[in-house]
């Protein structure tokens, strides 16, 4: 059985590491994937109440990422999910 020892130096640099990572997600504006909404800003964008954003949760219809305590949804998903349903 191999024992790693993560040290203080190494916590520090996954902190960082993860910390760009989630800015990288809010800030990169190249691409429809890398947009995120909370949501509240879905329910307003689909005019839905929270019970039926839980329940395309629920359903798998809106696959949300959970950051902290929030969830955050890709637009492009959401998107493709309205143009299905209106194609």
Sequence with gaps: MN?????KADLQTFKTELLNDI???FTNKN???????KGIDVRKLLN?????????RINGTL??????????YNKREIEK???????
Excluded: R, V, Y
Aim: overall charge neutral; cysteine-free.
């Design 81 to 87: 999910m309205l143009e299905a349903n209106h194609g």
């Design 31 to 37: 691409s429809d994937n890398q947009k995120w909404l």
């Design 63 to 72: 696959n949300p990422s959970k950051i902290g305590g929030t969830l955050f």
């Design 48 to 56: 839905i109440s929270a019970g039926t954003l839980q329940n395309l």
């Design 3 to 7: 024992i790693e020892i993560l040290t």
């Design 23 to 25: 800015k990288q997600l």
